[in-house]
């Protein structure tokens, strides 16, 4: 099974690409599905935010009363880090055992709106950012989802920039504004990334089997990302100069290894799995420590 992260801006195209994902085969998470399941009537998440925000948040069937919540957290910091330190914890735990569920041979996508708002975008062995820019999403959500144009911006503005979410994006989507009577290039560009990227990636998890080495260099953010996700699945990590693949890297512990795309090589050896990131790891806890590096900046 492969865990993929999927996500952009509001009015990016995420939907659109989980639409196309699944009809080749993919299983979504639907993080609007997830985000109304963990507050759901009965639900203790549904309890939690009631504590906090009082009984007026909820309707008169008792479930929860969105407009009402929204007004009070969007336009105040302190009460909108309140609601999400409840209900991100549960949306996180709810998805891991989605996917968990998952057939063993999945490749799961899971929709994830404010992944790197989150910081999550490490937890991921493969993040894919559908790319448009704030200007066409504004034009989207006020011409397509009829929104007030203060209020797209203003959802725009309180949401990652497009050069964060890019940075974090091992897979850049481009979805620009498609215009009538010409071929969209969307539904061949989520095809390649399945074929090319997600199913080699999930089989060789799978397989115990390591990607193949890919043309060309490591750029800057590749070494970002390797170096980030690997402190994230075991502490300090080490990563040598080199522009070349597979990158090189020293780790300090293996246990969250496996959850991230990479399989086992032998002794205190792992390889990713991910044909479009190779990367060797060794295991090196002594060695790290005599370095005394920190995690990645
Ligand atoms: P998200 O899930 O990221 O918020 P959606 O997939 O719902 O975004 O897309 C937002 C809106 O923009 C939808 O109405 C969709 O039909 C439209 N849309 C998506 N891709 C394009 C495109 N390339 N050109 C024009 N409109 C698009």
């Not at 609601?83 to 735990?93: G, Q």
């Not at 820019?133 to 990652?160: C, H, K, Y």
Request: glycine share 10%.
């Amino acid at each position: 099974m492969l865990r993929v992260g999927l996500t952009g801006g509001i009015g990016a195209g995420k939907s659109t690409v989980s639409r196309l994902l699944v009809q080749l085969g993919a299983v979504l998470v639907d993080a609007d599905v997830v985000a109304r399941e963990v507050v759901a009537v009965g639900t203790p998440g549904l309890a939690a935010v009631v504590e906090e925000f009082g009984p007026d948040v909820l309707a008169a069937d008792g479930s929860l009363d969105r407009p009402a919540l929204g007004r009070i957290v969007f336009g105040d910091t302190a009460r909108r880090e309140a609601l999400n330190a409840i209900v991100h914890p549960l949306v996180a735990a709810r998805r891991a055992e989605l996917a968990a569920a998952a057939p063993d041979d999945a490749v799961v996508v899971e929709d994830v709106p404010l992944l790197v708002e989150t910081g999550a975008a490490p937890t991921y062995p493969l993040v894919v950012v559908v790319d448009a820019d704030a200007a066409e999403r504004e034009r989207r959500l006020v011409t397509e989802r009829g929104m007030e144009v203060e209020a797209a911006r203003a959802r725009i503005a309180a949401q990652a920039t497009d050069e964060e979410r890019r940075a974090a994006a091992d897979v850049l989507l481009p979805n620009p504004r498609h215009r009538d009577g010409v071929p969209d290039p969307l539904p061949g560009l989520v095809e390649r990334l399945w074929r090319e990227r997600l199913v080699p990636f999930e089989e060789g998890l799978r397989a115990g089997r390591r990607g193949p080495v890919p043309v060309g260099t490591p750029a800057e953010g590749d070494r970002h990302r390797v170096l980030h996700r690997l402190s994230r699945a075991g502490g300090p990590a080490w990563l040598f100069e080199g522009d070349r693949w597979p990158l090189g890297a020293w780790v300090s512990a293996e246990s969250g290894l496996a959850d991230l795309g990479y399989v086992p090589a032998g002794q205190r050896r792992w390889d990713s799995a991910d044909p479009g990131c190779a990367v060797s790891v060794t295991v090196l806890p002594e060695v790290i420590e005599r370095l005394s590096v920190g995690g990645p900046t």
